[in-house]
Nanobody, 119 residues
Framework: QVQLAESGGGLVQAGGSLRLSCAASGRTFGVDAMGWFRQAPGKEREFVAHIRWNGGTTSYADSVKGRFTISRDNAKNTVYLQMTSLKPEDTAVYYC????????????WGQGTQVTVSS
């Protein structure tokens, strides 16, 4: 089992920045990738970004490319999502997820952290 705990959400004005953190604990050895997803009210959950645990390869949704950066600290088993130039449409609950094999999807999810961007 892998436990994930997100932090760093909050209220920010449009154009501002926030950094989300996701600390992984438990059986983390062998995790292939960790990702961030988000779900806005009345919408489906959508992919934001992921990072491969070994090698650090990253991938982003088109809607956040150039504004968000995903990174990891292997020693701390923590993944970060640096969000800049935030827009009201970025408002959502952001979830961290861990995958044993990125081709098979995600196996563990955090509880989520609210990000609200005011205009």
């Amino acid at each position: 089992q892998v436990q994930l705990a997100e932090s760093g959400g909050g209220l920010v004005q449009a154009g501002g920045s926030l950094r989300l953190s996701c600390a992984a604990s438990g059986r983390t050895f062998g995790v292939d990738a960790m990702g961030w997803f988000r779900q806005a009210p009345g919408k489906e959950r959508e992919f934001v970004a992921h990072i491969r645990w070994n090698g650090g390869t990253t991938s982003y949704a088109d809607s956040v490319k150039g504004r968000f950066t995903i990174s990891r600290d292997n020693a701390k088993n923590t993944v970060y999502l640096q969000m800049t130039s935030l827009k009201p449409e970025d408002t959502a609950v952001y979830y961290c997820a861990a995958s044993w094999n990125i081709r098979s999807g995600y196996d563990y999810w955090g509880q989520g952290t609210q990000v609200t961007v005011s205009s």
